[in-house]
């Protein structure tokens, strides 16, 4: 019987068990599909091989740190994106908390690196004098490389205290006779007194069947479709020299719709993403300057919200991921003046691309993948972006897609991040609320207060 059985070791489980172990000698487990943080590599990294192998368990999203281990390590501490924790939690708390996961993120050696800030930022101005709007954010870029070793002296610090069981997949969550929960893996049969949800994204599809059979209500309505840019670092060096990160918004002329960058990674490179066997594309970038790539590369999503009958956000969304799978056996990849030019790129023109791609990606036609409306509203974008960051709509900037962020089902959660069921709680991105480090992070330390106060 242990006292907490947090599910999933991404962001929410770590700072849910750091701050649970910090402050009281409860019997803490945490269960991870994935294995520990040294033991995570992705077998086709730094090999020639272009399409995703679909190892069972993928070693990017599953393990130690979770989706986040290898990501760009950007903690944005903003409530204007990133998640909806603040709804819940209110705006003050929610950013005190995120606040106190860049201090602990400090601690544990990030504090080598910068916090950038929007604030008063000239090209806020500049941004809006040409239909853009510059969301306000600080943000902590820590790099792939800072991430990891963070991850890896709380890992150190938390396995005093915290016992992990990885390579352990919770199967069912039931609950007890005497309110206490029975968590169920592929070899055993565990109990604890309060239970917390943390499997992500890549867990979404299971927790949505554990709600089922719990009767936990959940929503499912939006989803974020685009494609990730990528062009020479310079273009964009005004912006991210000064921001690192910009999360910008433009309403497009066309049919009113919001596209907005996300996930900028300056002098970064692009990756695949493999959520449930799809494989879709992200980016990230190193601290470490040998690390560094000529190019810069961002995302730009429209999002996509459903009204009844249709349920299926994420249905639709990996729909279009899986034709762009079936058209280019993976991501695909098409110059900016072939797009409007309405032609496939093809590896000569992609070759004889001033700008050099750093996924091998599969030259073709996004336009037979992305939906018109929401290519539409990405190419009004690409030429107002084109106003501020002069270049940025240049024939050779490359796209690929497509990028999905899926918003999983959203949990129904009361204030503290609980279930209509007393002592099963749900937290990062896996609950809906939050879509980020930061935010996913914020919500465990939440919970934990919830539990340590309960
Ligand atoms: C390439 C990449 C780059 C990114 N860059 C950034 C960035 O710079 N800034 C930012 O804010 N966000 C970024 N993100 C998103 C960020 O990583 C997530 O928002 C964050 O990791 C969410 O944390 P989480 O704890 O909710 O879930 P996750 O990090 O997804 O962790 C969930 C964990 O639960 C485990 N799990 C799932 N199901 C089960 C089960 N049944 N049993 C046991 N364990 C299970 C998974 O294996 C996983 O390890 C990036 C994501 C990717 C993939």
Known sequence: MYDVIIIGAGPGGIFSAYELSKNSDLKIAVFELGRPLEQRKCPIDGKKIKSCIKCPVCSIMSGFGGAGAFSDGKYNITNQFGGTLYEHIGQDRAIELMKY??????????SVTKLYSTANSDIKRKCLQNGLHL??????????????????????????????KFNTEVRSISVNDDGS????????????????????????KWLESVCDDLGIETLSNRVDIGVRVELPYEIFRPMTDEL????????????????????????????????????????????????????????????????????DSNGYGESIARLSNMLGGGVIIQRFGDLVRGRRSTVKRIEESYVRPTLAATPGDLSLVIPKRILDGIIEMIYALDKICPGTANDDTLLYGVEVKFYNMEVCLDDNLETTIKGLYVIGDGSGVTHSLSHASASGVHVAHMILNG
């Open 135 to 164: 969301l306000d954010a600080q943000v902590r870029h820590l790099g792939t490389d800072i991430n990891y070793e963070v991850l890896g002296n709380i890992y150190a610090e938390l396995s005093k205290k915290v016992e992990f």
């Open 244 to 311: 690192y990160e910009s999360k910008i918004v433009y309403r497009t002329e066309k049919f009113e719709d919001n596209v907005r960058t996300f996930c900028m990674n300056p002098k970064g490179v692009v990756v695949n993403e493999n959520t449930n066997g799809i494989v879709t594309v992200n980016g990230h970038s190193y601290e470490n300057e040998k690390m560094h790539t000529d190019n810069t590369n961002f995302a730009l999503l429209v999002s996509k919200h459903f009204s009844m009958p249709f349920k």
């Open 181 to 204: 929960f029975n968590i169920i893996t592929q070899n055993d049969s565990f109990s604890c007194r309060k239970c917390i949800v943390s499997v992500g994204r890549s867990g979404s």
């Open 101 to 110: 996961v860049d201090e602990i993120n400090c601690r544990y050696g990030g």
